[in-house]
Every structure is written in C-alpha cells, then in structure tokens.
C-alpha cells in the first residue's frame, strides 16, 4: 500500500517522471463548463471535445464510467462520470454520487496498473460536486493506493 501524497500545486501539471494520469468528476448531463474543468481547457482542448462527444453518442455515458483521453505522451485525462447533475436534488443530496466515485475509480486503477502510471488529482469530488474528502479519500485509498498506485493529491 502507498500513501496518498498531499502537496501545493497545479493538478494540471503533474511534476512527476513516468506515464502519468490526472484524474477529475464529470457529470452525466454533459455540461462541462466550471470547476477543475476550466483549467483543463486551458491546457489542452481534446479533454473537453472528447468529453462532449461521448455524451452526444450516449455510448457508456452513464455515472461510474471513465473516458481516458491522451494529451501528452505520457499523459492522460481521466473524465469520471461521478456526479449526478450539477444542482442538489430535491431532497438536498448534493450531486456527488459516491458509488459511481467508486466504480470510476476502479477503472483509473486498472487503466494505471496497465500503463505503469501514477495518479494526480485536486479533491475530487468536494467542488462543486458537493462531496466530503472523508468520504472521497477511503474509495481513492482502496481503489489505488491499496494496489500500490501512486497518488498525488493537489491543494491549488
């Protein structure tokens, strides 16, 4: 097991030699528009067009699943799908939708473990998708660091 690494920096920009992955929340209604997305597409445009391609063709677009899409040589976005709109409910459940945190993550982890790849990553999941890190970090810690996948964790 690895500990999860916490530091000050840019999630975009993972300082890190090796194949590596930056790991972030989409929603399932394909808005893609505020958040850790706007620094995305500042760096790079195919995250966002890729993103919005897969929710026009309704192929595997659904919570608890991930696109992988490469912007460097040894670099991946990782768009999860692990939020459920983008406004609480009428119950007043954020958007967040742990389970699907869960699944998405999973699928990082084997994606990682076959490219030999660390994860980066801001608090996924506690912007706007409304989630708590003390929920969030046990299913990063048993997705990932439990299998020996390296994280880093950003505070911008």
Known sequence: MTEI????????????????IIAHICND????????????????????????E??????YFALGE?????VQEDLWVANMIGQHK???????????????????LEKVGAFATENTASVHMPRIGCGLAGGKWEEIEPLI????????????????
């Not at 897969?54 to 192929?59: A, I, L, T, V």
């Not at 983008?86 to 998405?104: C, L, M, S, T, W």
């Open 66 to 70: 991930v696109q992988f899409v490469q």
């Open 29 to 52: 209604i394909g808005g893609w528009g505020k958040g850790f997305v706007m620094a995305i597409s500042k760096r790079w445009k195919n995250p966002e067009k890729r993103y919005r």
């Open 5 to 20: 690494q916490y530091i000050k920096g840019d999630a975009t920009n993972p300082q890190q030699d090796g194949n590596k």
């Open 86 to 104: 983008i406004n609480k409910d009428e119950q007043g459940n954020a958007p967040i939708r742990y389970e699907a945190v869960k699944e998405a």
């Open 54 to 59: 897969w929710f026009k063709s309704g192929q």
């Open 141 to 156: 810690i048993s997705a990932l660091s439990d299998k020996d996948i390296a994280v880093t964790v950003y505070d911008f």
